[in-house]
């Protein structure tokens, strides 16, 4: 992998991965969180999710974790004048908390299921919950192209029940799942199709443009097997 060409079409993108406001929405209904709660976004990316997670705790805190650099910078940029949103370049395996709810949206595969859970249980508060997106296969018979859909992700893909399973295994119940809607995966591909097209426009190295053909290759790709795989919202907390 060209890290450097990934990371020129991966760049300047409002998100990193399917989401949408109404899931953050959904999650905060869900586990009655107060508008001063305090919140974790682990892996936050360019900080696609913060605004809606601001809305959930407008009189409370957030903090972002994010390896990237220039995802972490994007962050900050976002909420530059916000002082109850801080952004920390350090790894989401670090979380000291107390969090009454850890989001996770397309990023707990780093460290897998269960080794997120066990990591993450002692930055809880006695209510806390986490709630992460989490890549799955919506059948039991998926078919060659949807299991080479997720050919280049870490971990292997699940389906919702493994994925339960797995939960269940390190102690945790599962309060609620759902799985991300198609609008939830146009508002990350359609940005990076047009990023795409702005970079050839402008002429791009050999290198980047087959960053921006492997790009093109997984959107049009998640379009043929949208339902038979996807992603699946959990909303989790310790049993
Ligand atoms: C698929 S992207 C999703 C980003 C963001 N949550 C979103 O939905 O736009 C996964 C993110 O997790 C980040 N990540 C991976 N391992 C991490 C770690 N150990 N600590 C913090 N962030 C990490 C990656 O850099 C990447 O930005």
Known sequence: MDWDAFFAVHRDLPREGPGLAEDVAWVGGLIGISPQGQVCDAGCGPGGDLAALRQLVPQGRIDGFETVPHFVEAARKRFAGDPSVRI????MEGLSGPYDLIWSAGAVYFLGVAGALNTWRAALSDQGAVAFSHP???????SEAALAFWEAEPGGIETEQTTRDEIAAVGWRVLAARPLSDAAWAAYYEP??????????????EAVAAAIAAARKEASDWRAVAHETGYMLYVVRPA
């Open 136 to 142: 799955c296969l919506f059948t039991d018979t998926p």
């Open 192 to 205: 990076m199709m047009a990023r795409c097209d702005a970079l050839e426009a402008a002429g791009v190295s």
């Open 88 to 91: 920390v370049g350090e790894s």
